[in-house]
């Protein structure tokens, strides 16, 4: 069983910076693509960020691009979100999720593509 545990959350005030960190239990960390996810206050919860087996490959939810930055470093078994400028609306509970290799993906923005979560970590942005 894959065991995803997520860190680094907290408060931070607007335009401030957070770097969240998810440690991974799996032999072989690489063969799993791996994504971010959140969930704001009386909202679902939506897609951030995901980054290839090989890190070579990165895509982000519009609204994030150039503020967000997804990396991993496969000799740690972590994936790592830095997220930078942040803004009041990019408060909520963040997710890290495993999609493992050997299973044909459709859409990696869809979080039902992925087969192992964290319990997610809080951000709280003030304004």
């Known amino acids: 069983q894959v065991q995803l545990v997520e860190s680094g959350g907290g408060l931070v005030q607007a335009g401030g910076s957070l770097r969240l960190s998810c440690a991974v239990s799996?032999?072989?960390?690489?063969?799993?693509?791996m994504g971010w996810f959140r969930r704001a206050p009386g909202k679902e919860r939506e897609f951030v960020a995901y980054?290839?087996?090989?890190?070579?490959?990165?895509y982000y939810a519009d609204s994030l691009k150039g503020r967000f930055t997804i990396s991993r470093d496969n000799a740690k078994n972590t994936v790592y979100l830095q997220m930078n400028s942040l803004k009041s609306e990019d408060t909520g509970v963040y997710y890290c999720?495993?999609?493992?290799?050997?299973?044909?993906?459709?859409?990696?923005?869809?979080?039902?593509?992925?087969?192992?979560w964290g319990q997610g970590t809080q951000v709280t942005v003030s304004s």
């Open positions: 999720a495993a999609k493992f290799l050997g299973s044909r993906a459709i859409d990696l923005m869809n979080q039902a593509e992925y087969d192992y």
């Open positions: 980054i290839s087996w090989s890190g070579g490959n990165t």
């Open positions: 799996v032999r072989t960390f690489s063969i799993y693509t």
